[in-house]
């Protein structure tokens, strides 16, 4: 299934995507400027009030990318990789491949979007004191020192997992020194107040204040779905913490030469490897790469006979690789990060056997029901 989001720009090695979602936002959002600008300002032409609006939904946007940065730029600083921000129709979120390893690392980098956005937003209102509140950049300067004071206050609300929720689990993180024991708290608490989100849009609604009432209930359901989803990857991972990669890995895996021309591959490997992965290494067993059916799918079938494998494969140098002794979570977050379902296990030089998702997933689910058992 193609992938639904799209890449805009790329800044300090930090990829912005946007989900198709978030253009429903945007245009929500030049609708309702369109009205308010109209509303608050008779004096001002139609195409004045329509550049306003997209002048402003522009520098929202913009906004929502620098809350989103400061959070990336605050975890590369305490060592944490970020490959990815993604936008869609909820605000955004910067993808971190792990959880912090410390408290107050997870403090800083939770705080750092909302003091960004409190920031651009005494910038904002303060620039909207230097002239009349109806000159248009005036206006615009008030609405948006105005939205970005409520992203951070609403951020703030300790609804894991936003912001102020991981603030939270930071909190007790540090007071505790359980990791686990303070996201079940955290998510607890995100529960609670995603509950109390949705009764208050839901009476809203009723209240007579439509689609208002809606969109808060509609907030309060996804973040009850982010709280529960949180902690299931943190129960993942509690599970997973005492296994290491030699615990599953397998030394049987099915490797190619890189001279094989894809029609050989396809027809003699791929469906003995399931049409997994293969990894591609030459007579001296160093490895080169790895190859996929997948990786197959820019190059014309008329052309597989004439076309080697080496052309294909994703070379070592872009090639994610595991140790015997790193834990079994690492090793599902490097399967993620390269959208594979198995890694070469690598040690020194040598290759020592192949780790795949399926059977770690299947001793997850063996231990969660051991566990819910008991």
């Not at 599953?248 to 003699?268: A, G, I, K």
């Not at 990894?279 to 997948?294: F, K, N, R, S, T």
């Not at 890694?343 to 566990?371: E, K």
Request: net charge neutral; charged share 15%.
């Amino acid at each position: 299934m193609p992938s639904r989001n799209r890449r805009l720009v790329k800044v300090f090695g930090i990829e912005i995507r946007f989900h198709i979602s978030w253009l429903i936002i945007l245009i929500l959002i030049a609708l309702s400027l369109s009205e308010y600008f109209r509303g608050t300002n008779p004096g001002w032409s139609m195409p004045l009030v329509w550049g306003m609006a997209l002048l402003t939904t522009v520098l929202f946007f913009v906004s929502v990318i620098l809350h989103e940065l400061a959070h990336s730029l605050t975890a590369l600083h305490r060592g944490l990789p970020v490959h990815t921000i993604t936008l869609f129709v909820l605000g955004g979120v910067s993808e971190l491949p792990r959880e912090p390893e410390q408290a107050s690392t997870e403090f800083w980098v939770s705080i750092a979007g909302p003091a960004t956005s409190v920031v651009l937003g005494a910038i904002f209102l303060a620039l909207s004191r230097l002239g009349d509140p109806h000159q248009p950049l005036v206006a615009l300067a008030w609405w948006l020192g105005s939205i970005n004071l409520l992203l951070a206050v609403f951020n703030l609300l300790p609804g894991f997992p936003l912001d102020g929720g991981r603030i939270l689990r930071a909190i007790i993180w540090l007071s505790n020194h359980d990791f686990v024991k303070a996201t079940l708290w955290a998510t607890r608490v995100g529960k609670g107040v995603a509950v109390l989100l949705i009764a208050g849009g839901i009476l809203e609604f009723f209240s007579g204040r439509g689609l208002g009432g809606l969109w808060l209930a509609f907030i309060g359901w996804f973040l009850l779905s982010a709280a529960e989803q949180s902690w299931r990857q943190t129960e993942m991972r509690d599970a997973l913490a005492n296994y290491v990669v030699s615990d599953l890995s397998t030394p049987f895996y099915s490797r190619v030469p890189p001279t094989m021309t894809l029609d050989e591959y396809f027809n003699q490997t791929a469906e003995r490897a399931h049409y997994g992965s293969s990894l591609v290494m030459d007579e001296d067993d160093h490895l080169l790469g790895m190859i996929a059916p997948v990786d197959l799918r820019h190059v014309p079938r008329t052309q597989w006979g004439q076309t080697r494998v080496a052309e294909v494969m994703v070379p070592r140098e872009r090639l994610r690789t595991v140790q015997s002794t790193e834990g079994l979570p690492r090793a599902l977050e490097e399967m993620a990060l390269q959208n594979v379902s198995q890694l070469p296990v690598v040690d020194t030089v040598a290759v020592r056997g192949v780790i795949q998702r399926d059977r770690i997933l299947h001793l997850l689910q063996s231990h969660l029901s051991m566990r819910n058992q008991t």
